[in-house]
């Protein structure tokens, strides 16, 4: 099972501000990376799929970058709306897909 | 796009069944590799079980296997997930979840999620 960790655990980012989140794999997963954007009481929403593909309607202030092990999800300059849990997702090896634990935008 | 919409959960006693379905709108459903995700209270994310467009391959999450079996009926455009044998560690919002393209394995739609609580 290809193990998703997400670092860091807690981000606090003032708006407009640049945020950087990271996501290591514990194998390599090529490209086959997706970002998630979770928001209280709603279902995840797809961000980036293969590492940095934006997905349909998603603003070009998210950027995701990286192959192998080591991947980025980039918002360049955060919007209220941005506050939010954000996860990665491996697809390449399966069952089982794999999500890492989450990394939490706050408000500093 | 799509629209997935759940049903089926509740409280539900340790041991006992519990039945989920996802009704697909909007899209082609039979042509869609289809996913259940878990999210327990306050935790990340969990791929449950996965089954192929045609229902031939099923796939699912270790802990669950053999108490979880996952089905679709594609002329309904339904996915279900019967769940037996419940513990409360199952206890979550279960979401259904398409994939974005045949096989590509993330997800673009998702349901608004159902939630199951097992306890005494």
């Known amino acids: 099972e290809i193990v998703m960790t997400q670092s860091p655990a807690t981000l606090s980012v003032s708006p407009g501000e640049r945020a950087t989140l990271s996501c290591r794999a514990s194998?390599?997963?090529?490209?086959?990376l997706a970002w998630y954007q979770q928001k209280p009481g709603q279902a995840p929403r797809l961000l980036i799929s293969?590492?940095?593909t934006r997905a349909t309607g998603i603003p070009a202030r998210f950027s995701g970058s990286g192959s192998g092990t080591e991947f980025t999800l980039t918002i360049s300059s955060l919007q209220s709306e941005d506050f939010a849990v954000y996860y990665c997702?491996?697809?390449?090896?399966?069952?089982?897909?794999?999500f890492g634990q989450g990394t939490k935008v706050e408000v500093k | 796009q799509g629209q997935l919409v759940e049903s089926g959960g509740g409280v539900v006693q340790p041991g006992r069944s519990l039945r989920l379905s996802c009704a697909a709108s909007?899209?082609?459903?039979?042509?869609?590799?289809m996913h259940w995700v878990r999210q327990a209270p306050g935790k990340g994310l969990e791929w449950v079980a996965a089954?192929?467009?045609?229902?031939?391959?099923?796939y699912y999450l270790d802990s669950v296997k053999g108490r979880f079996t996952i089905s679709r009926d594609n002329s309904k455009n339904t996915l279900n997930l019967q769940m037996n044998s419940l513990r409360a560690e199952d206890t979550a919002v279960y979401y259904c979840a398409r994939e974005l393209e045949y096989g590509s394995g993330s997800y673009s739609v998702w349901g608004q999620g159902t939630t199951v609580t097992v306890s005494s």
């Open positions: 194998q390599n997963v090529r490209s086959q």
């Open positions: 089954i192929w467009h045609d229902g031939g391959d099923k």
């Open positions: 293969g590492a940095s």
């Open positions: 997702q491996q697809y390449y090896n399966w069952p089982p897909w794999t």
């Open positions: 909007g899209f082609t459903f039979r042509t869609y590799v």
